[in-house]
């Protein structure tokens, strides 16, 4: 994996690059073609994603509705990366939106990671808080304006 790569995804961005290099040597890179199904909502996560080359399409299936698009990733995006801190299904669906290469990491390696060089996992770890927070905000707001729009009816 090219470390190069890995300083444009933010969730590294407070990486060195020997610690960059550590990193990339646990990435397997997997090419995905356009229309697969990364993981379903419900499955088990085992592996945390880095969207190196294409489009990576965040959804859910809304009963009635069909699939609604929460995100489509562009290279530099992570996902998955709840499955590498938690043991609770998936909770969304990720499909490749067009063919797309992925950086791929399991969660053991990544456990063992962050037990081994305690500075990655500062970094890395209050990234992850920072990004969920991130997304946490976002969802509260598409409530609010659901609730909004939904009052009008």
């Not at 890995?6 to 229309?35: C, D, I, Y």
Request: aromatic share 10%.
């Amino acid at each position: 994996m090219d470390v190069a790569l890995l300083k444009k995804v933010s969730l590294f961005e407070g990486l060195t690059g020997p610690q960059l290099a550590k990193v990339a040597a646990l990435l397997v890179e997997r090419a995905v073609p356009a229309g697969t199904r990364i993981f379903q909502e419900g499955e088990n996560g085992v592996e945390f994603y880095v969207v190196l080359s294409g489009k990576v399409r965040i959804s859910k299936i809304v009963q009635g509705v069909g699939e609604e698009a929460l995100a489509i990733l562009e290279p530099g995006a992570y996902f998955g990366e709840m499955a590498l801190v938690d043991d609770t299904p998936r909770s969304a669906d990720a499909l490749a939106h067009v063919s797309c290469t992925l950086g791929v990491l399991e969660r053991d390696q990544f456990d063992q990671l962050m037990f081994m060089d305690k500075e990655i996992a500062y970094s890395v770890l209050w990234t992850f808080v920072r990004t969920l927070s991130e997304r946490l905000r976002e969802t509260n707001d598409k409530i609010k304006g659901f609730f909004a729009l939904s009052a009008r009816f």
